[in-house]
């Protein structure tokens, strides 16, 4: 079942991150030019896994689709350590911008497997709006 998430979704704020989705503002139209460093910092594997979901804003994605569709699987072992070691990769441009990493995720619910990760709708516009202005 696809599930997405409406900008004023509740859920956004009951996310699993930690200091890095929380310490800093979040991205907002004043950003394009950080979201474009951002994006040019990144390393190719982390920036197809942010491309993926910006392409699909506000659609919580579980990790084997992240694997499979922006990584390009083979979707074998652990994919949620895969995406996650993928997106840690983020962590300079992270710590350049003076705000949230772009995403959110959430833990598999108990009883299931891996992680699910999304991006606002208004924060996927700044990070589009950025790169059409590259």
Partial sequence: MTVYLAEADL?????????????????????????????AELPPQAGRVLDYLLRNPGRAIHCTELVDKALDGPNEGDPARRVAGVVSGMSKAYDNSGRRYPFYWWEAPEGSTGATYAVRPSVAAVFLAARLGQ
């Fill in 11 to 39: 859920r956004w704020t009951e996310h699993s991150g930690e200091q890095g989705h929380y310490s800093a503002p979040e991205w907002g139209p004043e950003d394009l030019d950080r979201a474009a460093v951002f994006l």
